[in-house]
């Protein structure tokens, strides 16, 4: 078999992985409603429940991410994708909320894996002038993997209940977690123009990362964008049955385009966006994604603005202000790249998600969750409601979680001037990181010729 065969390999199952780890996290919020109308729980415990996954998922990344800048990455992905499997069928067998929430704790555990395992791979895999292209299609999995957790959990809910959402989703990841482990593992730098190996500078690993300053605007945009996205994986649904009166089935049809399809040209054009103009200006992949994300706020905003029953336009508004965020996706994470030695890849990466998930994944949900109990109350309150009942409450759930929507278009704005922030620091890192990687490729070239001389 060929590298370039390899490589293609190893991209499709890095894929299928990266489509089975958003799929199984997206299943909660696609059948939230059913869950929370049977256990009587408010939104901030629905919130709460996606806290649980994103806490335990940042916690566990970090010592993750070292792991996979010194072990085999194949074997640590494959023990992940089987873990986060095998939890995620169990969460269908809960009986209560502590239940679930101890599962959905399990399942960010093995999910930890993905992302430091896979773009390190991916790095080394492919060269900087095709990075941006090949992570494109391994984040296609984010949108694809929504797409179908939504389709497919929302139909298998209103046929079979929510629990038989949870058991379906286990087996693909099973078998994913046994083709993670054929793919090839290739030599760390492998892709690079300077030939470095596996040599690294002097000092704690997480410090050499954070005296980037790419990487802090790099890190406060991470939590700001999994703030909203999670926002939205978590009460897209639940808003759509509410505010627009449709059935489960519906909602994870119009959540599917919305949410999950409308990313796929997003990545697909961010990742192709990202590669042209980073050639003939290297803090090209920073602008593409700050423009993209200062476009989705007008188009979200108008999307909430839409009146009752109006799915059509909401579907056409929200559809492309979600599309555009993805492209975060296909140009920050290359951007880390660029900035980043390939010793020190996971451990980056692991540090930009554990901000990401709990500065952000971690708050959205919950802090989305809390802001719709907040305005319920109000509403009901406003209404002259007296007594604070779960009964009482609900006739106004549409109108707060309504309101709590708005936080989404708001920081999307504050990310689109974080994301402008670091394209003004990104070309002297780049700069800075190919004179270490050519000076540090020399020494490696005259070690190499010293111990070939000593041979003869």
């Known amino acids: 078999m060929s590298y370039r065969t390899k490589a293609a390999f190893a991209l499709a199952v890095l894929f299928a992985i990266n489509t089975m780890n958003f799929f199984d996290r997206q299943i909660l919020g696609a059948v939230t409603e059913p869950i929370r109308k049977e256990w009587g729980l408010s939104d901030g415990a629905v919130g709460a429940l996606g806290t649980a996954f994103t806490l335990l998922y940042a916690a566990v990344g970090v010592p993750l991410g070292r792991l996979t800048d010194r072990a085999t990455r194949t074997h640590i992905l494959a023990a992940g994708v089987f873990i986060w499997s095998l939890l995620t069928a169990v969460s269908g067998l809960t009986r209560s909320f502590r239940e679930l929430f101890i599962a959905r704790l399990g399942v960010g555990i093995g999910e930890a894996s993905c992302a430091p395992a896979s773009t390190s791979l991916i790095g080394d895999l492919y060269p900087a002038s095709r990075r941006a292209k090949a992570l494109s299609i391994f984040m296609l999995g984010l949108p694809i993997g929504i797409a179908l957790s939504y389709a497919v959990s929302g139909t298998i809910a209103h046929s079979y209940g929510w629990r038989a959402a949870f058991y379906v989703a286990g087996i693909p990841g099973i078998i994913c977690a046994i083709a993670a482990l054929l793919i090839h593992e290739p030599q760390r730098g492998a892709s690079e123009v300077h030939r470095i190996g596996g040599r690294k500078r002097e000092g704690s690993p997480y410090l050499l990362v954070l005296s980037i300053p790419t990487m802090w605007w790099v890190i406060l945009s991470g939590a700001l964008q999994?703030?909203?996205?999670?926002?939205?994986?978590?009460?897209?649904?639940?808003?759509?049955?509410?505010?627009?009166?449709?059935?489960?089935?519906?909602?994870?049809?119009?959540?599917?385009?919305?949410?999950?399809?409308?990313?796929?040209?997003?990545?697909?054009?961010?990742?192709?966006?990202g590669d042209a103009i980073v050639k003939r200006q290297s803090n090209g992949r920073l602008l593409v994604s700050a423009i993209s994300l200062l476009v989705s706020v007008p188009l979200i905003f108008l999307a909430l603005g839409i009146a009752r029953g109006g799915t059509t336009e909401f579907v056409l508004l929200m559809g492309a202000g979600c599309g555009v965020m993805y492209v975060y996706y296909s140009t920050v994470y290359s951007a880390i790249q660029d900035v980043i030695e390939p010793s020190l890849?996971?451990?980056?990466?692991?540090?930009?998600?554990?901000?990401?998930?709990?500065?952000?994944?971690?708050?959205?949900?919950?802090?989305?969750?809390?802001?719709?109990?907040?305005?319920?109350?109000?509403?009901?309150?406003?209404?002259?409601?007296?007594?604070?009942?779960?009964?009482?409450?609900e006739p106004f759930r549409a109108q707060g979680l309504h309101s709590a929507m708005y936080i989404i278009p708001a920081l999307n704005a504050l990310l689109a001037l974080v994301l402008f922030a670091g394209s003004r620091t990104v070309t002297r890192d780049m700069e800075r990181l190919q004179r270490w990687m050519r000076e540090a490729a020399s020494e490696t070239a005259i070690g190499e010729a010293s111990k070939v001389g000593v041979v003869k």
Do not use: K
């Open 345 to 393: 890849r996971g451990t980056a990466m692991a540090l930009y998600f554990f901000a990401m998930y709990v500065l952000g994944a971690s708050l959205g949900p919950l802090g989305t969750g809390l802001a719709s109990d907040l305005f319920t109350a109000r509403a009901a309150s406003a209404a002259g409601v007296t007594e604070m009942t779960r009964q009482s409450l």
């Open 226 to 273: 999994n703030f909203n996205m999670y926002a939205i994986g978590a009460f897209l649904s639940p808003f759509l049955m509410r505010f627009h009166e449709v059935d489960i089935r519906e909602a994870g049809f119009i959540s599917m385009l919305v949410f999950g399809l409308s990313g796929v040209p997003g990545l697909i054009l961010g990742g192709i966006a």
